[in-house]
C-alpha cells in the first residue's frame, strides 16, 4: 500500500489511462486493475473483488453518455445481456466470499478462462463481408442469457462486471465493436451495481475485508469515468480489427500474470 494520499492518486491516474485503452472494446478495464490493486496497492482479497465492481460503477457512465450521444445504445442486446448478468454476479459475489476467499485458486481460474479468449481474438479476424450497421446475431437470444448469466457469477467472483469475458465472445462471433461496446458496458454497470449491493450486505454478516475499499473505489472510478469518455470518442476512429488485436493482446498478458501467480 503506497499511503499517504498517494495511493488515492496513483488510482485515479491508473483508472484513467486504462479505461480510456479498454473502453473502445466494450471493457470497463477493472480486470486490468485487478493485477494492479493486488500487486501495487496492497488491495486484500477478497476485498478487491467489491473494489474493482465499485470503479465500474463510478466509471462506465462516462463511457456510456458518449456512446449516446453518439447514436451507439446496444439495443436488444444491452437488454438480454443485463437479463443473464444481475442474478449471476449476485451468485458470483457469495461464491467469492463464502468459497474462493484465497488468492492462489483465484489467479488460476482467471487464467484459465481468459487465456483462450485472448488467443482466439489476437490470432483470429473477424468474419468477412458483414454489413456495417447490420447485427450479426449468431447467438440466438436464449443461449445469449444463459451466456450472460456465466459471466455475471464469473464477474462476481472475480470483480470483473463480465464486459472483459462478454465483449471478447461477442465480437469474435462476428458483431461489430460499435455494437458491442455500448451493450456489454451498460451491463457492465447495471451488474457492477448488483455486485457492489451484494458484496456490502454480506459484509455484515462476513468477518474480513468484504466491504469495498470505498476511497480506492471511487478514485479508480473517478479517473476511468474521464478515461472512458476518452475511449469512447476514440472508438469510431478505429477500425475493428485493431482493437480486437489489441483486446486479445491485453487479455493474453493478464492471464499470463495471472497464471504466474497463481502457479508462484
Given amino acids: ?13 491508473a483508472g484513467y489511462g486504462i479505461a480510456a485503452l479498454a473502453t473502445p472494446a466494450g471493457v470497463s478495464g477493472a480486470v486490468l486493475l485487478l493485477p494492479f490493486q493486488i500487486s501495487l496497492l496492497g488491495t486484500p482479497s477478497p ?6 465492481l465499485l470503479y465500474n460503477v463510478v466509471a462506465t457512465p462516462g463511457a456510456l453518455y458518449r456512446y449516446w450521444r453518439q447514436g451507439q445504445t446496444g439495443g436488444r442486446l444491452t437488454l438480454g445481456l443485463i437479463a443473464g448478468t444481475v442474478p449471476g454476479v449476485i451468485a458470483g459475489s457469495v461464491i467469492r466470499v463464502e468459497l474462493l476467499p484465497g488468492p492462489r485458486v483465484f489467479d488460476l481460474v482467471v487464467a484459465a478462462v481468459l487465456l483462450p479468449l485472448g488467443i482466439w481474438l489476437a490470432l483470429t ?17 436464449p443461449a445469449l442469457v444463459v451466456l450472460a448469466a456465466a459471466v455475471g457469477c464469473v464477474g462476481g467472483i472475480y470483480g470483473i462486471g463480465g464486459g472483459a469475458l ?8 462476428g458483431r461489430r465493436a460499435a455494437e458491442v461496446a455500448p451493450a456489454t458496458l451498460a451491463s457492465t454497470f447495471v451488474t457492477s451495481v448488483a455486485g457492489v449491493i451484494t458484496f456490502t450486505i454480506l ?4 468477518p474480513g475485508a468484504v466491504a469495498p475499499d470505498w476511497p480506492v473505489g471511487v478514485a479508480l472510478g473517478a479517473g476511468g469515468l474521464a478515461g472512458g469518455y476518452t475511449g469512447a470518442r476514440l ?17 493474453i498478458a493478464i492471464a499470463a500474470w495471472y497464471l504466474a501467480s497463481g502457479l508462484g
Fill in 125 to 141: 479476424a473477424p468474419a468477412p463481408g458483414k454489413e456495417p450497421g447490420r447485427p450479426v446475431r449468431l447467438i440466438p437470444a
Fill in 166 to 173: 462478454l465483449a471478447p465472445v461477442l465480437i469474435g462471433s
Fill in 203 to 206: 459484509s455484515i454478516h462476513t
Fill in 235 to 251: 472508438q469510431s476512429h478505429l477500425p475493428d480489427t485493431l482493437i480486437r488485436r489489441l483486446i486479445g493482446v491485453l487479455v
Fill in 47 to 52: 476485498q478487491v473483488t467489491p473494489t474493482n
Fill in 1 to 13: 500500500m503506497l499511503g499517504n494520499g498517494w495511493t488515492e492518486v496513483v488510482a485515479l491516474v
